[in-house]
């Protein structure tokens, strides 16, 4: 398996642009997890989905932000407007309920998308 | 609200020392705490999940320990080497019940000098 597939690695936009970042998770795993990286506020949970429908969207800052999970095999994270204070690194993240289930339960994490809102 | 914290956020030894990275957290209700590694321009990989109910996991060189009534964590690297520098993230999942939801500290950055 080619692991979780994050596009574009790298985005680098100007204030007011919509930005969407795609996430494409692990073949068979059911629940999906977005997460944003800053130096100030380290891994911060935005929103996860299970099954595709969203569980919790607490982490979500504020309503420039939506996320979508379409089907199985697709999320995208969208920002619009878009912020410079919305540079960071996003992170997709997929795992297997049935393995949380079981108490073995490992999110696997993709490379990230490094964005920068000038 | 559950907050997680590490100390120290860097740590610099020479090779083959045996070291200590050590994770607490505010609020015993924790269901597991799972121990990742962060290599620079990467994702993030587990290394050691730890149900409540247990007290350490070991994998390899690593071993991770929980104190869940002390509200603390530790993963000890034995014999440490270069390819162990990284970043090392602990990340409690909140709550009597396994949501998936993971709450994360804010790493310890370590180098290992050849």
């Known amino acids: 398996d080619a692991g979780v597939i994050q596009s574009p690695r790298h985005e680098v936009t100007e204030m007011g642009q919509e930005v969407t970042l795609r996430c494409k998770p692990i073949?068979?795993?059911?629940?999906l997890f977005w997460y944003r990286q800053t130096m100030m506020r380290g891994l911060e949970l935005l929103i996860y989905?299970?099954?595709?429908?969203?569980?919790?969207d607490s982490g979500m800052p504020e309503d420039r932000f939506s996320a979508k999970m379409p089907n199985a095999s697709f999320s995208t994270l969208k920002i619009q407007p878009s912020e410079p204070r919305d540079s960071a690194v996003y992170f997709c993240?997929?795992?297997?309920?049935?393995?949380?289930?079981?108490?073995?339960?490992?999110?696997?994490f993709g490379p990230g998308t490094r964005l920068l809102v000038l | 609200k559950q907050e997680v914290t590490q100390i120290p956020a860097a740590l610099s030894v020479p090779e083959g020392e045996n070291l200590v990275l050590n994770c607490s957290f505010t609020d015993s209700a924790i269901y597991n705490l799972q121990w990742f590694r962060q290599d620079p321009g990467k994702g993030l990989t587990s290394l050691l999940l730890i149900q409540s109910s247990q007290r350490e996991q070991t994998s390899g060189r690593l071993n991770a320990s929980l104190d869940k009534s002390s509200g603390r964590s530790t993963l000890y690297i034995a014999a440490s080497q270069p390819g162990d520098s990284a970043t090392y993230l602990c990340?409690?999942?909140?709550?009597?019940?396994?949501?998936?939801?993971?709450?994360f500290g804010q790493g310890t950055t370590l180098q290992v000098k050849p």
């Open positions: 990340a409690v999942s909140h709550g009597s019940s396994n949501t998936g939801k993971l709450i």
């Open positions: 993240a997929s795992s297997s309920s049935l393995s949380r289930l079981a108490g073995q339960e490992t999110q696997y």
């Open positions: 073949s068979g795993h059911n629940s």
């Open positions: 989905f299970n099954n595709n429908v969203p569980i919790d």
